[in-house]
């Protein structure tokens, strides 16, 4: 028997019931009743992307990718006219970030229903974010260690860029300082993520205890958040596109294939150790999400989508409204896509994190600085935390380099030696930001569903 799509506020009150909790109306899958657990399966399978097209879109995003590099390559600058094809595809997944994240956070927690619950989901989600990256750190270290790509380029250092220059005051007290805002409009007019992540917690914790008037809220910005994640499906369909032209530019930009290899002659060593690394790192999440997420292969091609979009656009902000519509199409359950995807984007960044331990100590060996194992458990901590500072926004993680550059007392002109070769480590790093969120959803899910 073939079934019709229901439009989805008409199918969540026909099936509500005064059961379970307070709100479970708002989320069918709270409910225990088998039955209705099958059609809500079934209304979210109308609400993603159908399998077919995700598979068709994955190939030509791939094919966009290669193709991207090929003529990026070959034709150097003169594929900066189709730039604003990318930038087209760039802005249009901007427009949904904040929509999509505010409502995506409200409805996430207000799921928990019991506020408890939201304490208990945070702390294990926290604490993975903070293993996963230590761990990443650690794999940086031991490969920047045994590798030693910094050595003998002893000699002239150019300057750093006046962005980088600005933040040189930045400490351990501003990223604290990052998770509130005093003007939410001018945090989101900057994308900056965390603190409207922070308000719509506490809004949506502030509606919980509110009852019915706080019901009619949260029921609103549920639909709102079906109609952006609508709306990212659309836009999947010119992810290839967007994501060609992004890569063949931006190749374009630093000179074809010739420039590029100029660009990272100097450099290469770097480039291996942390390309290994972050492939390392890679391998280890993958384990982690069998061992601990319960899923394997089929969840990592859900998720490539997302990835090569990372990839392209060298932003996990950017690319979080597709992460969560494959963590979707994978059946999610949603309080992790809503809540712990947005979170991660922009709090957990293994691929920053491994990057910021790598490029610290390549600047030591490069300016002939040992660092004992004291000074490498500083560069642990704080590569750590400043990749949690870092914004999920192209190049972030140059600027809070910073913070682990002064903690260990290495000269901040150092980073001259990665501006050229940032933009390119960027896409592998962010890439691995978005699979490491990626696999603390599908963790956080496996304990949702154990606990429930
Ligand atoms: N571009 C990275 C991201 O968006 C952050 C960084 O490492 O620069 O995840």
Redesign the pocket.
């Known amino acids: 028997m073939s079934r019709r799509c229901p439009a989805p506020a008409v199918f969540v009150y026909a099936e509500s019931s005064e059961q379970v909790s307070k709100f479970a109306h708002l989320w069918p899958v709270e409910y225990s009743d088998p039955g209705y657990h099958d059609s809500f399966q079934f209304l979210g399978n109308c609400l993603t992307m159908p399998h077919k097209h995700a598979l068709v879109i994955l190939q030509f995003i791939i094919l966009g990718v290669v193709a991207g590099g090929a003529a990026g390559w070959i034709w150097g600058e003169a594929m900066l006219q189709i730039e604003w094809l990318g930038k087209l595809f760039l802005d249009t997944l901007k427009m949904l970030i904040i929509p999509l994240i505010f409502s995506a956070v409200i409805s996430g927690v207000a799921s928990m229903g019991d506020i408890r619950k939201l304490g208990r989901l945070g702390g294990y989600t926290v604490s993975y974010y903070l293993l996963t990256t230590g761990i990443a750190v650690g794999i940086g270290l031991v490969a920047v260690n045994l590798l030693r790509p910094g050595d003998g380029l002893n000699g002239t250092f150019g300057d750093i860029s006046e962005n980088i220059a600005a933040k040189q005051d930045v400490g351990m007290s501003d990223i604290i300082l990052s998770m509130v805002s005093p003007n939410l409009i001018a945090s989101a007019a900057e994308t900056q993520l965390l603190p409207i992540i922070v308000f719509a917690i506490l809004l949506s914790a502030a509606l919980t205890t509110l009852g019915r008037s706080g019901e009619h809220v949260i029921e609103f910005f549920n639909g709102f958040n079906e109609a952006m994640m609508k709306l990212v499906t659309w836009i999947m369909y010119f992810a290839p596109v967007g994501i060609f032209s992004l890569i063949a530019a931006r190749l374009g930009k630093a000179g074809g294939g010739d420039g590029f290899l100029k660009e990272i002659e100097a450099v290469g060593m770097l480039i291996v150790t942390v390309l290994s690394g972050l492939g390392l790192h890679f391998l280890v999440l993958f384990a982690i999400l069998i061992l601990l997420g319960g899923r394997g292969l089929p969840f990592l091609i859900a998720m490539l989508r997302a990835l090569f979009t990372a990839f392209g656009t ?4 950017a690319t979080l409204p597709l992460t969560m519509e494959c963590a979707r199409e994978s059946k999610l359950d949603p309080r992790a896509v809503r809540f712990v995807l947005p979170l991660g984007s922009t709090v957990n ?1 293994n ?2 994190a491994l ?1 910021e331990a790598v490029a610290a100590m390549f600047i030591a060996q490069a300016y002939g600085i040992e660092l004992g194992l004291g000074q490498q458990t500083i560069v642990l901590v704080t590569a750590t935390l400043s990749a949690i500072g ?1 914004a ?7 600027v809070t380099m910073v913070i682990v550059l002064k903690a260990v007392g290495l000269p901040l002109d150092g980073i001259a030696l990665l501006l050229s070769v940032d933009w390119f480590l ?1 896409r592998f ?2 890439s691995v ?1 978005v699979w490491g969120d990626a696999v603390g959803a599908a963790v956080i899910d496996r304990v949702i569903n154990k606990k429930s």
């Open positions: 060298a932003s996990s902000s960044m691929g920053t990057y870092a999920g926004i192209p190049e972030a993680g140059l960027d790093r962010t930001n």
